[in-house]
């Protein structure tokens, strides 16, 4: 698994007050479009928080559920990448925190089916949607949105992009061993 550790701020393990843990799936099917959120003018790959007592398959699986009303069952799921990002006084929180985001690969080719999805409020609110874009056109999309919410989209789509490398690496890598 490839690891990136993302810390602006120069903080050290004892500087941190808190930890999060998030997953996030890249949801791709049989011709190739991958499945992303969009909500608040901000793409996202679908995911969210650990739940306490919550393991991080566990986790990917019910917020891919909730947010894409997609059910994955009898997956075995390891994650390929993994981003840690260090934050000095959070959102103006007064605690540094760090951020740890476990990013999977789900290979289906279930849809989207928002009667099944269970938005949460900000997610409702930001009038989520689960888009399917082809992957040879997702990084033109992605790098597109950033106008719409600059401050927001310019650091979540750079990690994007650099998931979706090393995605492709992966897939390349698995192409070329069955050639």
Same mark, same amino acid.
């Given at each position: 698994?490839?690891?990136?550790?993302?810390?602006?701020?120069?903080?050290?393990?004892?500087?941190?007050?808190?930890?999060?843990?998030?997953?996030?799936?890249?949801?791709?099917?049989?011709?190739?479009?991958?499945?992303?959120?969009?909500?608040?003018?901000?793409?996202?790959?679908?995911?969210?928080?650990?739940?306490?007592?919550?393991?991080?398959? !566990?986790? =990917?699986?019910?917020?891919? @559920? %909730?947010?894409?009303?997609?059910?994955? #069952?009898?997956?075995?799921? $390891?994650?390929? &990448?993994?981003?840690?990002?260090?934050?000095?006084?959070?959102?103006?929180?007064?605690?540094?925190?760090?951020?740890?985001?476990?990013?999977?690969?789900?290979?289906?080719?279930?849809?989207?089916?928002?009667?099944? !999805?269970? =938005?949460?409020?900000?997610? @409702? %609110?930001?009038?989520?949607?689960?888009? #399917?874009?082809?992957?040879? $056109?997702?990084? &033109?999309?992605?790098?597109?949105?950033?106008?719409?919410?600059?401050?927001?989209?310019?650091?979540?789509?750079?990690?994007?992009?650099?998931?979706?490398?090393?995605?492709?690496?992966?897939?390349?890598?698995?192409?070329?061993?069955?050639?």
């Amino acid at each position: 698994m490839k690891e990136i550790l993302y810390n602006y701020d120069n903080l050290t393990k004892d500087d941190i007050d808190e930890i999060v843990i998030r997953t996030k799936g890249l949801i791709i099917n049989d011709n190739d479009e991958i499945t992303l959120g969009y909500s608040h003018k901000t793409y996202q790959f679908p995911g969210g928080h650990l739940e306490e007592g919550e393991t991080l398959s !566990a986790c =990917l699986l019910r917020e891919i @559920k %909730e947010e894409t009303g997609i059910e994955i #069952t009898n997956a075995k799921i $390891e994650p390929f &990448e993994k981003i840690t990002y260090y934050s000095k006084n959070y959102h103006n929180s007064g605690k540094n925190r760090q951020n740890e985001i476990y990013y999977y690969i789900i290979e289906t080719n279930a849809v989207f089916d928002a009667n099944k !999805a269970s =938005l949460d409020d900000w997610e @409702k %609110e930001g009038n989520y949607v689960a888009k #399917t874009i082809p992957l040879k $056109e997702v990084e &033109e999309v992605l790098i597109n949105s950033i106008p719409d919410n600059p401050v927001v989209n310019k650091v979540i789509v750079e990690e994007m992009l650099d998931v979706l490398k090393e995605y492709n690496k992966i897939k390349t890598m698995q192409e070329n061993k069955t050639d």
